[in-house]
């Protein structure tokens, strides 16, 4: 089994909206959304940048109290092996402000991590493509979002 993710970019009233569109697999709807693809990531791996960003070890207790989990949106009449949730504003933020060294940083340390265990190449164009979806959130005003199908 594996896991397909998205991260997209949409209001708070539009995100569940791409999540069924998704499901009926309604690529012209999807369409309409910024958003990437990814094999492999969950919501860990996510909220695992987040705190690296933030300048948080991962191994620390600060990490692991669960203060950078991120949102879970309900999914009222959607199938129990979906998740959608909200990456928080600040997330967005630090992908924005990041420059080309940043980058490269936040890959050699996210590359280390238990979860991941690759090469912090691998994780550079996830990082440039999250990078891409939180300037246009900002520009747009909107908020990116993280969808995932087992």
Known sequence: MSIIADIFVASAS?????????????RATTAAWPHKSFKGLTDLEFSLLWAILDGVDPDSPEYEDGAYDLEHVPTPGLEEDTQLCRLPPAFATYLVAMDTAAQGNAAAI???T??????????????????????????AGKDLY?????
């Not at 690759?118 to 300037?135: E, F, G, S, Y």
């Open 14 to 26: 539009e995100a569940l909206g791409y999540a069924q569109a998704d499901l009926a697999q309604d």
């Open 110 to 112: 996210w590359a280390e």
């Open 114 to 139: 238990e979860e991941l265990d690759c090469q912090p190449a691998d994780l550079l164009p996830v990082i440039r493509d999250l990078q891409a979806l939180a300037q246009t959130a900002q520009n």
């Open 146 to 150: 993280f969808w995932s199908i087992l």
